[in-house]
């Protein structure tokens, strides 16, 4: 395939050309629709994605059944879990999911660990996203941990709102990005609506102010 979406990915134009080369001639571009299931628990990877346009959402089920959003990958990045697998040769213990229509890069495993083995600037490119994407994580983990779940619900309605204050996400969808269980996002929203903050109606949240949430999240 050509190599023009390298550039997308600044660590991997420093390869040589040969390398670039070698990369490009075993990788094909894949695209997807929203809601398709990218990866699952269990399964083995078999490619190195490389998200080139669109959101994939990583998520994992306890085994209660509670569901939590570890991260998403956008374009320009890669998939830790992915590259935890390939590097472990182990199988997923999450899954993938695409929220929008995905395009992506897939380089074979072979291709993958070939270029590990004789590539440092690839091993470079492989292991500076992966750090950087590790500590997003452990922030997920610290929130879930000991933030307070007013003031984690407070910051995700704030950041996934749109620009008129709308959300369109169910109270089951909320405490899935939260890992909480639905009946205490329930109550919390509620509370919300009490205060004034937001309105709520099937299927749909609207922000009244935006302010306070943010107060409340900067623990004000």
């Excluded at 935890?84 to 229509?101: F, H, K, M, V």
């Excluded at 897939?106 to 600037?121: H, I």
Aim: net charge negative; glycine share 6%.
């Amino acid at each position: 395939m050509p190599l023009d979406w390298i550039p997308r990915f600044p660590e991997l134009a420093k390869l040589t050309p040969a390398e670039q080369q070698r990369v490009a001639d075993s990788a094909q571009v894949v695209e997807l629709p929203a809601q398709t299931t990218v990866f699952a628990p269990g399964l083995p990877p078999e490619n190195f994605l490389l998200l080139l346009d669109g959101t994939v959402r990583v998520q994992q089920v306890s085994s209660g059944g509670r569901e939590i959003v570890l991260y998403r990958v956008t374009g320009g990045e890669s998939c830790i879990m992915t590259t935890a697998c390939l590097l472990s040769q182990d199988t997923y213990n999450a899954e993938g999911i695409t929220e929008t229509p995905v395009q992506a890069v897939a380089v074979p495993k072979a291709t993958f660990d070939e270029m590990m083995a004789r590539s440092a600037e690839f091993r470079r490119f492989v292991f500076a996203d992966y750090s950087s994407r590790i500590t997003d994580l452990l922030h997920v983990v610290e929130e879930v941990a000991f933030e307070r779940i007013d003031k984690r619900l407070a910051q995700k309605l704030t950041e996934l709102a749109d620009p008129e204050g709308r959300l369109s996400l169910t109270h089951q969808e909320l405490a899935v990005e939260l890992g909480s269980a639905r009946e205490v996002i329930s109550r919390h929203l509620k509370e919300f609506q009490r205060r004034g903050w937001l309105e709520m109606t099937r299927g749909q949240i609207k922000l009244n102010d935006p302010t306070a949430l943010t107060r409340l999240t900067a623990g004000e």
